[in-house]
């Protein structure tokens, strides 16, 4: 028999990212959140859902929360 492979769990997740303004400027602001928050992520297979909960324009560096769910490996 083969070795058993252990299949990906499901993770929720709450990360704080820096740069709202700057983030809008790219070319494609959705995939670069989706690349932000899966800098972020331990061992992260795939994104599931994710939401952007909160921004901070007025802050120091423009932080934004977003929360959500991931397959981890």
């Known amino acids: 028999m083969g070795a058993v492979q252990s299949l990906p769990t499901v993770e929720s997740f709450q990360v704080r990212l820096e740069g709202w303004q700057a983030m809008l400027q790219t070319e494609a602001p959705v995939e670069t959140v989706e690349r932000l928050i899966l800098s972020q ?3 992260p297979r795939r994104l ?3 939401a952007i909960v909160r921004i901070a324009e007025e802050e120091p560096g423009q932080p934004f929360w977003c929360e959500g769910a991931y397959l981890k490996n």
């Open 41 to 43: 992520l331990e061992a």
């Open 48 to 50: 599931l859902r994710w």
